[in-house]
């Protein structure tokens, strides 16, 4: 799917009427949601093509509750979620190393996001992966695969295009965070405590969640939010 | 060693034999782990609060809840009832020692499947995110009778065994 395709109202609110569970099947849960087996595979193969579910043999997945978020954000979380949906992961020794290198050799212009750029934002989590958003994803791909890099699963260097809207950076990771779903909505919900005043739009997450980030964030950075 | 991994031998050797959840455990059997500055750990026998001052852990007050913090800063939670439901005696008997070093040391943590009902259970986002990784690394080591025991409910585990397999072949 490209930014500039409609947005996609019908799978939103399909994806919207679950309650969140692991996994679904597609007669028991989307069959009565959707009115047809043939209109709730249509709904997620939309939803695919945008990371937020999966399915297969008859079962799918919600892969991110992104789609609970308030329609002005999910408008806005469509590069975010274009981008994720186009990564690509590379390794050559799958230890910190492959990080410390593509440090190193970033590409001009590139911006990176996620795990590493939420660390710095909120020393909540630990990163793991090195997301890094580059203009030319095909070009720097050929590169890391010159200097001993494979592109796989497993790698910790994830190449995304750079589609969309970074005028505000501490947003734009704000969103990705959010799009990508799973302990990094911790980090979307951390960015969102610390450096709310920076953010035009805010997402909604379960109240259980922000008292979490709330209590677990060390108390220095609670504290550089208290002065300012 | 991870700093998340030390501090939690640091506190098996000041508090005893805890057994440790959450998402230090999901590293202990994946090895993959964003850590967040805090450990959650369940105990046999209650550990009072004068004990844990006079090992120089400390005490805030947060959203006028109770939280402690390790000598060296680090949040901890403790768990003396049950997790997630499951009642202590069979998170005590599922639990087991992970080796974390070449020196020997070893961790105590709560079992795979105690974990995986506890994750199933809790349903958040990203305890959605343990499970898939866990299903991916460790599905073939799932124990389903011992999962059936802990469940203690029938649909629960079918739903269980279900959803962890449709997470060990995913993408």
């Known amino acids: 799917m490209q930014i500039s395709e409609p947005f996609p109202e019908k799978e939103i609110s399909f994806a919207q009427a679950f309650e969140p569970r692991t996994v679904y099947t597609v007669k028991k849960d989307a069959v009565p949601v959707a009115g047809s087996e043939r209109t709730a595979y249509r709904r997620l193969v939309v939803l695919e093509s945008l990371g937020l579910a999966t399915f297969r043999n008859g079962r799918f997945q919600i892969t991110s509750r992104v789609s609970r978020q308030p329609p002005i954000l999910l408008k806005k979380l469509l590069p975010s979620l274009i981008a994720l949906k186009n990564a690509r992961r590379f390794g050559r020794f799958y230890n910190d190393s492959d990080i410390r290198f593509m440090m190193k050799h970033a590409p001009e212009h590139s911006l990176v996001t996620l795990d590493f750029k939420a660390w710095d934002l909120t020393k909540f989590q630990t990163p793991s992966d090195l997301f890094i958003y580059v203009y030319d994803v095909e070009e720097f791909a050929t590169f890391l695969k010159d200097k001993g890099f494979s592109e796989g699963k497993k790698g910790h260097v994830v190449l995304l295009p750079k589609t969309g809207d970074f005028e505000n950076e501490i947003e734009r990771v704000y969103l990705d965070c959010i799009a990508r779903g799973g302990r990094s909505t911790l980090d979307a919900v951390a960015i969102e405590l610390l450096h709310g005043d920076k953010l035009s739009v805010r997402g909604q997450f379960p109240i259980e969640t922000v008292l979490k980030v709330q209590e677990d964030m060390p108390p220095e950075m609670i504290n550089i939010e208290a002065t300012g | ?171």
């Open chain 2, 1 to 171: 060693m991870k700093p998340l991994v030390k501090e939690a031998l640091a506190i098996t050797r000041e508090l005893g034999d805890v057994i440790f959840l959450g998402a230090i455990a999901r590293y202990l059997y994946t090895k993959d782990l964003r850590e967040s500055q805090d450990l959650d750990f369940a105990t046999e026998k209650p550990i009072l609060n004068e004990e844990l001052l006079l090992l120089n852990y400390k005490k805030e007050y947060r959203n006028g809840k109770e939280i402690w913090y390790t000598p060296r800063g680090i949040k901890i939670d403790r768990y003396t009832r049950d997790v997630s439901k499951i009642p202590m005696d069979r998170i005590i008997k599922n639990s087991k020692y992970i080796q974390v070093s070449n020196k020997g040391e070893k961790l105590r943590t709560i079992g795979l499947e105690s974990l995986i009902v506890a994750k199933h259970r809790a349903g958040r986002e990203q305890d959605s995110e343990d499970l898939s990784a866990v299903a991916k690394i460790k599905f073939g080591e799932i124990n389903w009778e011992t999962l059936r025991e802990i469940s203690g409910d029938e649909h629960e585990y079918n739903q269980i065994k279900s959803d962890m397999s449709y997470l060990a072949k995913s993408r």
